[in-house]
């Protein structure tokens, strides 16, 4: 089965940046919402930014202005870009689709590995 495939993690020091990519060739994301996901050790996975197909996004407070969520997809690619990372952005960062920004809360569609963001001095 095709799945997610999450890519551009590594570790830097607080205040560096990471563009994070987000593919999978069984799907055209065109047709869907995308957001990224993150989750620590001991801690539910959580909903950080989303894109919807007519390009609106959404953020939680703890990521905005510093993340910045954008697709291509005449690539069928999602993008997360992290600037001015802090600590408690460490984390294994993933992606999913949805049809809107409110179902991507609850998305469960073939979870692939994640890539790791590690911040720290």
């Known amino acids: 089965q095709d799945h997610f495939v999450e890519s551009g993690g590594g570790s830097v020091e607080p205040g560096g940046s990471l563009r994070l990519t987000c593919s999978r060739s069984?799907?055209?994301?065109?047709?869907?919402?995308v957001g990224w996901y993150r989750q620590t050790p001991g801690k539910q996975r959580e909903l950080v930014a989303s894109i919807a197909e007519d390009l609106t996004t959404k953020y939680i407070a703890d990521v905005t202005g510093r993340f910045t969520i954008s697709r291509d997809n005449a690539e069928n690619t999602v993008y997360l870009q992290m600037n001015s990372l802090k600590p408690e952005d460490t984390a294994v960062y993933y992606c999913n689709r949805g049809v809107s920004h409110r179902d991507l809360i609850d998305a469960n569609y073939a979870w692939g590995q994640g890539t790791q963001v590690i911040v720290s001095p």
């Open positions: 069984g799907i055209l994301f065109a047709r869907y919402a």
